[in-house]
T-cell receptor, first 110, second 112 residues
């Protein structure tokens, strides 16, 4: 079965520090894409970053970057210089199958 | 990007009744999706709704319980039929555009 695994149900990070949220995936598709979404307490789903399986470089979007290790089937989200507004649920998502991981709740401490 | 208007934003319903949730997209999209999310949990895909074809339901979800309409490229509805308290949840619609998923703001449903 193709699935997304997020092994960290909750994470704490000090404001202004960097944090890595883990995501591993299981797919037999030769071409795929992985997304990260943020869901603050308001409930909206916000697109953060995308990594395609054939992309040569790790994706970056402002303070967000992906540590993509294709051989290990991992696509970890790195948030640099954490801000209080980063406190939210973060979901990893499989482009091909529209499934989401179980999520990681990030709390940024002042 | 795409903006999705979803309504109602919340409703409280009696057991045995039905509720129809509407989603309007400001762009034409081929693929729309309906998700359910329990508080503090991940999103569970209910069905994929492509314009011009029958919706495809995920395991555990059936058309009689969650009928979906997709009359054109910008609109879809999900009906939660014969509701029970177990249907209390947040329902989200989404649309795929430019390889990204965009989401409505969700419908918080409570069944008494």
């Amino acid at each position: 079965a193709q699935k997304i695994t997020q092994t960290q149900p909750g994470m704490f990070v000090q404001e202004k520090e960097a944090v890595t949220l883990d995501c591993t995936y299981d797919t037999s598709d030769p071409s795929y894409g992985l997304f990260w979404y943020k869901q603050p307490s308001s409930g909206e789903m916000i697109f953060l970053i995308y990594q395609g399986s054939y992309d040569q470089q790790n994706a970056t979007e402002g303070r967000y970057s992906l540590n993509f290790q294709k051989a290990r089937k991992s696509a970890n989200l790195v948030i640099s210089a954490s801000q209080l507004g980063d406190s939210a649920m973060y979901f990893c998502h499989n482009f091909n199958k529209f499934y989401f991981g179980s999520g990681t709740k990030l709390n940024v401490k002042p | 990007s795409a903006v999705i208007s979803q309504k109602p934003s919340r409703d409280i319903c009696q057991r045995g009744t039905s509720l129809t949730i509407q989603c309007q997209v400001d762009s034409q999209v081929t693929m729309m999706f309906w998700y359910r999310q329990q508080p503090g949990q991940s999103l569970t895909l209910i069905a994929t709704a492509n314009q011009g074809s029958e919706a495809t339901y995920e395991s555990g979800f059936v058309i009689d319980k969650f009928p979906i309409s997709r009359p054109n490229l910008t609109f879809s509805t999900l009906t939660v039929s014969n509701m029970s308290p177990e249907d209390s949840s947040i329902y989200l619609c989404s649309a795929r555009l430019d390889e990204k998923l965009f989401f409505g703001s969700g419908t918080q449903l409570s069944v008494l």
